[in-house]
C-alpha cells in the first residue's frame, strides 16, 4: 500500500537558519503531493502542494519539489523564523489505484529559537 | 466561508461504553475524511466518503467503529464497544474532490479510561 515516511524529529534550529524536513513516499499511482503544517493549539492546515513530476510548491517562503525519481518531496526554507515552530505533515492522495485515498506521515516537530 | 465543524471538542467514557461524534464539511465539499490521530503520530485514514459513497475504509475497525454519511453532507462516526487503545484525537476533513486541498476541522480528543 501506499507510505509516506518523513525525517524523525524534533528538529530544533535557531532563527535565520536552513530548514530541511525530508520525505520520501511509495505510491502505486501518480499522487498528489502534500505539506500540512499544525501549529500550536491551531488545526492542520495546507502548507503547499504539487501535483506533478518536477512541479515545485511554495508558501510563506517554504518550497518542496515533487521529485519521481527519487520518490520525494522535501520541505525546505532558506531562514526560519520563531513563528515557523509547528508541526509538519507530509501527505498524498493517490488518484489512479485508490480512488485518491490519503496517506499522511508521522509529522517532524521544528522549534526554532530566537 | 465556514470552515469544517465537529462536535463535541473533548469527550471522556469508559471503555466498553459508546460514543458518536459528528462533523459538519464545508459546503460543497464532496469529499469527506475521517481520520484518527494518536500522540506523536501522523493522522491514520479510518475512512473516506465521496458524495455518500465509501471510497477507503480498510483501516476502520469494522467489528467497533461504524461511520456513515447522510444525504452526502453531515458525517457520524461511532465507536462501540470503547477500548482504551481507541483514545485519540478524532479529525474530519473534507475536500472538493479527492486529490485536491483537505480542510480539517478542529478535531474531538476522545479519552477512554
Known amino acids: 500500500g501506499d507510505s509516506v515516511t518523513q525525517m524523525e524529529g524534533p528538529v530544533t534550529l535557531s532563527e535565520e537558519a536552513f530548514l530541511t524536513i525530508n520525505c520520501t513516499y511509495t505510491?502505486?499511482?501518480?499522487?498528489?503531493l502534500f505539506w500540512y503544517v499544525q501549529y500550536p493549539g491551531e488545526g492542520l492546515q495546507l502548507l503547499l502542494k504539487?501535483?506533478?513530476?518536477?512541479d515545485k510548491g511554495s508558501n510563506k517562503g517554504f518550497e518542496a519539489t515533487y521529485r519521481k525519481e527519487t520518490t520525494s518531496f522535501h520541505l525546505e526554507k532558506g531562514s526560519v523564523q520563531v513563528s515557523d515552530s509547528a508541526v509538519y505533515f507530509c501527505?498524498?492522495?493517490?488518484?489512479?489505484?485508490?480512488?485518491?485515498?490519503?496517506?499522511f506521515g508521522d509529522g517532524t516537530t521544528l522549534t526554532v529559537k530566537p | 466561508e465556514a470552515g469544517v465543524a465537529q462536535s463535541p471538542r473533548y469527550k471522556i467514557i469508559e471503555k466498553r461504553q459508546s460514543v458518536a461524534f459528528w462533523c459538519n464539511p464545508i459546503?460543497?465539499?464532496?469529499?469527506l475524511y475521517w481520520y484518527q490521530q494518536i500522540l506523536g503520530q501522523g493522522p491514520k485514514l479510518l475512512i473516506q466518503?465521496?458524495?455518500?459513497?465509501?471510497?477507503?475504509d480498510s483501516q476502520l475497525p469494522k467489528d467497533r467503529f461504524s461511520a456513515e454519511r447522510l444525504k452526502g453532507v453531515d458525517s457520524t462516526l461511532k465507536i462501540q464497544p470503547a477500548k482504551l487503545e481507541d483514545s485519540a484525537v478524532y479529525l474530519c476533513?473534507?475536500?472538493?474532490?479527492?486529490?485536491?486541498?483537505?480542510?480539517f476541522g478542529p478535531g474531538t480528543r476522545l479519552t477512554v479510561l
Open positions: 501527505a498524498l492522495s493517490d488518484q489512479n489505484t485508490n480512488a485518491g485515498k490519503s496517506t
Open positions: 466518503f465521496q458524495n455518500n459513497g465509501v471510497v477507503d
Open positions: 476533513a473534507s475536500s472538493t474532490s479527492a486529490m485536491d486541498t483537505q480542510y
Open positions: 504539487a501535483t506533478k513530476a518536477d
Open positions: 459546503s460543497g465539499h464532496a469529499t
Open positions: 505510491a502505486t499511482g501518480y499522487p498528489s
